[in-house]
């Protein structure tokens, strides 16, 4: 399976389809939610058969609950397995977070303690996966707006050793890094200096709200606005250590035309470009 | 440490999103913040399941306006919370919980309303089939012809006149006066992945639960004159295989 491309791609919605049909090379990849495909049959099908027969795909799951203290859903997993055979897409990634609980599903990304316990089930749970897919996987770092008092670990040793452990990759999403040290008053530079850079498979930029808390400001990682502009610095130098990788603009609410989502892919690819010439021995 | 602490952590954290207070054991740099900010995960939960049963309900929304549908979403998401995070199928249940709940009482036919849209949802996802050409329904023996219909297909009935209310709050709707119910439809997918809701008269909704149901033609047509069925059938493409006599 090839990887996916070292150039920009965009979050697919479908009421940009006929736009991108007209013109397909202009993005190098698209990114769904892999829940989103999971009915029988229909149009969702027929259009991502139809992008991806031009476009390179990243099925990026937000349902397996992979921080979970519970076992994986079967069922789910199942599901997940019967959409990445129909579609063999480049990439697959899931996040660092829980969603659900018992049998309820709580359709959001919710923060877990980084503890000896949390890391080794997150490891099972990941093994589990990339058993089942028979393939590795990326996990996402999260945004959070709170931390735990029994968390041992920082976050970047935490996934560290979960790639060390497991063999996954890792989807660097350079807001969550933005909006995270912001919300806990930490420097994103320290934390992007402590991220094991070489396991970074895909990376993530979004735009995000933000609201003011008596103390500064709480940034929500919200997926509907243009990405920021010190997200974009901190971006390109993590360009500059890395060379260029696979970059999404994830943009899932209140989304743009299709015109808005291009040119913040433009912007994407001249920082691109940019790292390939600064690095010309990069694969 | 515990060793069940990372199950009663997500226990603590999943009893607060529907409590007034954080649970035990969160930081933040400034620890009085901390409802304000576990206060986003709440909202988070309750903002997003309300977007996705507003966008699987939206002419119940409209019905009751947009307010009043996310304090309801928020008793519906409490008592009927998704067990699955395929939220394609979440909803089956919407319109009997309407049914029973007080506040909407005064609007009889909101359930029914509810009830077509989760058909419709089902429809658009529903697996796929080919249509058979048109003279595949070409025969000798017209009586003894058995049809299968497209996966989508669904028939729907109403005391109520729910499908002319449905109709009027869509966007190309044209303003006519409601009659009396009942209303019976036809919901289903055409090739072209658009999904119909077609309003039935009671003898053409016979007629085609008998053809569902895998009643010859001749049975079918006891109901009454299969012409129309057979003519929205062949207009919309829902036959995907035809067979005679078992």
């Known amino acids: 399976m090839r990887p996916l491309p070292r150039t920009p791609g965009l979050s697919f919605k479908p009421e940009h389809f006929r736009d991108i049909m007209a013109a397909p090379s202009a993005v190098g990849f698209f990114e769904v939610h892999a829940e989103n495909y999971m009915g029988e049959g229909g149009a969702a099908h027929a259009m991502l058969n139809a992008l991806h027969a031009d476009h390179a795909l990243s099925i990026h799951g937000v349902g397996l609950s992979i921080g979970g203290a519970g076992a994986l859903c079967r069922d789910h997993l199942a599901r997940l397995r019967k959409l990445i055979d129909r579609y063999q897409p480049q990439s697959f990634s899931e996040h660092l977070a829980w969603s659900s609980h018992g049998a309820e599903w709580l359709n959001d990304l919710l923060p877990l303690p980084y503890t000896d316990e949390t890391l080794a089930t997150i490891c099972t749970h990941i093994d589990h996966v990339q058993d089942v897919l028979g393939r590795r996987m990326l996990l996402e770092n999260p945004a959070t707006y709170v931390t735990f008092a029994a968390s041992t670990w920082s976050e970047t040793d935490f996934l560290t050793e979960i790639t060390r452990r497991t063999g996954c990759g890792l989807l660097l999403d350079v807001n969550n890094v933005f909006v995270s040290a912001t919300n806990h008053r930490f420097d994103a530079r320290a934390y992007l200096a402590a991220f094991p850079l070489e396991a970074v498979g895909e990376i993530h930029l979004a735009g995000h709200d933000c609201e003011e808390l008596p103390s500064g400001p709480l940034l929500i990682d919200t997926h509907g606005a243009q990405v920021a502009n010190p997200v974009w610095t901190l971006y390109a130098e993590v360009l500059a250590r890395t060379g260029p990788l696979p970059t999404l603009i994830e943009w899932d609410t209140d989304v743009p035309d299709f015109a808005t989502l291009l040119a913040e892919a433009r912007r994407a690819y001249s920082l691109l470009e940019h790292a390939a010439i600064g690095q010309p021995h990069a694969a | 440490m515990l060793p069940d602490s990372h199950s009663a952590t997500e226990r603590a954290f999943h009893a607060a999103l529907r409590a007034a207070d954080p649970p035990a054991g969160l930081t933040a740099p400034d620890p009085s913040e901390i409802a304000l900010r576990f206060k986003v995960y709440r909202n988070n939960v309750q903002a997003s399941l309300t977007r996705a049963l507003a966008a699987a309900f939206p002419v119940t929304e409209q019905l009751v306006g947009a307010e009043f549908f996310a304090a309801l979403a928020r008793v519906f998401i409490a008592t009927s919370p998704p067990r699955s995070p395929v939220l394609l199928h979440w909803g089956a249940d919407f319109a009997a919980f309407l049914a029973q709940f007080p506040p909407v009482t005064h609007l009889p036919y909101l359930p029914d309303v509810a009830r077509l849209e989760h058909l419709r949802g089902q429809a658009t996802h529903a697996a796929d089939a080919m249509p058979v050409a048109p003279d595949a329904l070409r025969t000798d023996t017209p009586e003894a012809l058995r049809l299968m219909l497209h996966p989508s297909v669904a028939l729907f009935t109403a005391p109520m006149p ?67 069925a057979l003519t929205l059938l062949l207009r919309h493409e829902l036959i995907i295989a035809t067979g005679g006599p078992e």
Do not use: M
């Open chain 2, 162 to 228: 729910a499908v002319q209310i449905w109709r009027a709050h869509q966007p190309d709707a044209r303003r006519a006066p409601l009659t009396a119910g009942p209303d019976h439809a036809l919901v289903a997918r055409r090739p072209d992945f658009r999904v119909i809701i077609e309003p039935l008269d009671t003898d053409t909704h016979a007629v085609l639960t008998a053809l569902r149901q895998g009643d010859t033609l001749g049975t079918a047509a006891h109901h009454g004159d299969p012409t129309p």
